[in-house]
Structures are given as C-alpha cells and as structure tokens.
C-alpha cells in the first residue's frame, strides 16, 4: 500500500472574457450601481475578474484545466482512477460536476463525485483524494476547484458582485513512496452559515428564496484571520514544522487584506506569498489551485519545496494542507 500521496501536475483555465474594475464599473453604473475602481482596489486588492460566457458551465472549465494538468503530469486521462470536483457553482442539482467532467474526458467506470466546502473545497477535496490514496483506493486522481460564480451574484448589490471571478484549477495527485501531502487540518461550523450563503432551493419547478449570493462582509472577514491563522499553526504542528520552514503560503484569494493579516501573523513575507486576486479576483473552490498553478508555471514554486494552502468560505468552512511539491 502506498504511504503517501503527491501532486505531479498543475494545470489551471480562465474564461477569455476579461473585465477589469473600470469596465465592470461602467457596467453597474448603468443599472444605477454606485462603485469605483479605487474603492475595489484599496478594500479588496482586485484589479479585475474573468467571467463565463453564457453556455460556459464549471465542468467545461474544469474539462480545459485537466487538459492542461494531464500534460503537465504526463498522465493520459484513461489512468486516472478517481475525479474529485470542489464546485458551489455546479452544472446541474445532479448528476455531479464530477460525473459530467468524467464523460467530457473520455473516462469511464472510475469514482467520480463533488466536494461543497465553498472556498475551502479544494483543501477539502485535496485531504479526501490522499486519504483515498493513502488507504489504496485509488492511485491517481484529479482534483479540481471549478466555479463560475458570475451566475449567482447580485449585480444590484455593489458590496459582492465586485469580489468574484470565475475559472478552474486542477491537480493529479500520485500514489508514491516519497511524501508530498504532509498533514491536513479541516474544519466547519455551522453556526455561521448565514454570513455567507447563496439560500435558493429549488422545489416544485421553482426556485425558493434567493439564488443569489448574499455576505456579511465584515463578519467574514473577522472570522477569517483567525481560523486561518490556526489552521495553519495545525498542520504546521501535525508535521513537527514551523512558519519559518515554508517556502510558498498559496491562500484562499478572497481579499489582500485578509491575506496580508494571515502572512503577518505567520512572520511570512509577502513575497513568499502567490497572489492572483489582483487578476482572478475571488474564484471561490477554484482560487488556490489557480494560484498554485500559476506559482508552478511562473517558476516560483518548485519540486521539493515546502508549501502551504489554506481555505476558508461559506458554510462557514475552513482548512490548510501542508504538502512538499
Ligand atoms: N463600491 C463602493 N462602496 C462600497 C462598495 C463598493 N463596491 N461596497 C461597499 N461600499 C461601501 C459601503 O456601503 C460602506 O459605505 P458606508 O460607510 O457609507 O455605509 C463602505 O463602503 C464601507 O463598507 P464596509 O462593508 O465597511 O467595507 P469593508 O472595508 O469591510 O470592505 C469587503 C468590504 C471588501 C466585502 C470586506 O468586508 C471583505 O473583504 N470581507 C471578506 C469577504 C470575503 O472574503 N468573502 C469571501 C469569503 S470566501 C467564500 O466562501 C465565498
């Protein structure tokens, strides 16, 4: 049985539909929607978003990021024995993101299902792929973040709809003797479900209550910090390491600020720190493989080095995984 699991590939996709702050600003402006580009880049640090185009779902954006990622791992898709899809913004209620990815890529028979962990699925999905790994249930699998989060904003409401982008990020995560995922810590609860949360449900042919997202801003943010500093401390601690062995901290994109609280409290530099949400804005499940992958293909991250995610999101969610790559 193998003891470890590790990522042998990075590959990531955004939707050609680039809209910086000064285009999406004129585009409120015309439904009577007050914002600037100065307050969405002094509050949150974004610059600018991609979005989907209409008949562009998280599975086709998922589906051209593992393109990428089965090249990049040189793994053809047939080998793949498990597909984990971290979405809040799914194709359909059923079947899962995963399912319809799995046919697009021509494979058959393998597990196949998602993870709903909001920010935090991909350090979800990541922890549930090496534990399948670890235990033999599975030798390579994709895991992929894919949302498009464009379709359940609230163009009317200026305190969200200028946070989110949409995109997919993926990884083939190996069976292998060497360690890779060093330690995971996951958490949730509950009680915060409604700072955070997209509440429609669809029932009897309609659609009950909002299905557009709605946040407490500030109460996301206080919480924030401090489950992420934890977290990290946790895994940290579960490998006998310390902040001053990272190489990368790749977080969750949601807002500079919330990242530049957490690299202060860990005594990182910034520079040790990949950041997309000047580019990406917040891609929800997607945000931290974007962000690795970008890390890898800029040459920054690179094999051997020590590398911590974390995530945090609706639910309320939170978790890291501390891996070498
Ligand atoms: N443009 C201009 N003004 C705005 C905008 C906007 N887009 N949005 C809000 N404002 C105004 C508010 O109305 C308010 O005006 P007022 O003082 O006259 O009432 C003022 O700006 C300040 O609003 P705050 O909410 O206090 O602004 P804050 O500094 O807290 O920033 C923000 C808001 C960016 C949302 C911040 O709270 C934040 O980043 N929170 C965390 C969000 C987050 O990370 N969410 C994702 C979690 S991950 C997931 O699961 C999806």
Same mark, same amino acid.
């Given at each position: 049985?193998p003891?470890?699991?590790r ?8 939707p050609?539909?680039r ?10 402006a015309?439904?009577?929607?007050e914002t600037?580009?100065? !307050? ?6 974004i ?7 209409v ?5 086709d954006?998922?589906?051209k990021?593992?393109l990428?990622?089965?090249q990049?791992?040189n793994c053809?898709a047939?080998e ?9 913004t ?9 399912c ?8 058959h =028979? ?11 699925g ?18 390579k699998?994709l895991v992929?973040g894919?949302?498009v ?7 009317k ?11 997919a990020?993926?990884?083939?995560l190996e069976?292998?003797?060497?360690? =890779?995922?060093l ?6 609860? =509950?009680?915060?479900?409604h700072?955070l ?5 669809v029932?009897g042919?309609q659609?009950i ?7 407490d801003g500030?109460?996301?943010f206080?919480?924030a910090?401090?489950?992420?500093e934890?977290a990290a ?6 490998a ?5 062995d990272l190489? !990368?901290?790749i977080?969750?994109q ?13 005594k990182?530099?910034?520079?040790q720190m ?10 929800s499940?997607?945000s ?9 293909r ?7 080095q020590l590398?911590?995610l974390?995530?945090?999101g609706g639910?309320f969610?939170w978790g890291?995984?501390?891996?070498s790559l």
């Open positions: 049985m003891l470890y699991s990522i042998t590939g990075t590959g990531s996709y955004l050609a539909k809209l910086s702050n000064a285009e999406l600003v004129s585009q409120l015309v439904q009577g929607v600037s580009d100065d !307050w969405i880049v002094e509050r949150t640090g610059q600018a978003r991609h979005f989907a185009s008949d562009e779902t998280s599975s954006l998922a589906y990021a593992c990428k990622v089965l990049a791992a053809p047939q793949i024995d498990l597909i984990i899809v971290a979405t809040s799914p194709d359909m209620v059923f079947p899962s993101t995963a319809i990815l799995q046919n697009k890529l021509g494979i =028979g393998c597990p196949a299902f998602d993870v709903q962990a909001v920010c935090s991909f350090v979800y999905a990541l922890t549930i792929a090496n534990a399948l790994i670890c235990s033999g249930s599975a030798r699998a992929v894919a949302e989060f464009s379709r359940i904003l609230d163009f409401d200026r305190t969200t709809c200028v946070l989110f982008g949409d995109g990020g993926a990884v083939v069976a292998s003797d060497q360690p =890779g995922i330690a995971s810590d996951l958490h949730a609860d =509950g009680q915060f479900a700072i949360c997209t509440p429609g449900q029932s042919g659609v209550g909002s299905p557009l997202l709605q946040m500030q109460a996301v206080k919480l910090v401090g489950v992420l934890d401390n946790a895994v940290l601690a579960k006998h390491k310390t902040s001053a190489d !990368w901290l977080p969750h949601a807002n500079i600020r919330i990242m530049q609280g957490t690299a202060k409290k860990l990182l530099s910034m520079d990949i950041v997309t949400v000047d580019q990406h804005g917040n891609t499940a997607a931290i493989p974007l962000a690795l992958d970008v890390g890898v800029s040459g920054r991250v690179k094999p051997g590398v911590l974390e995530g945090v639910g969610t890291a995984v501390l891996l």
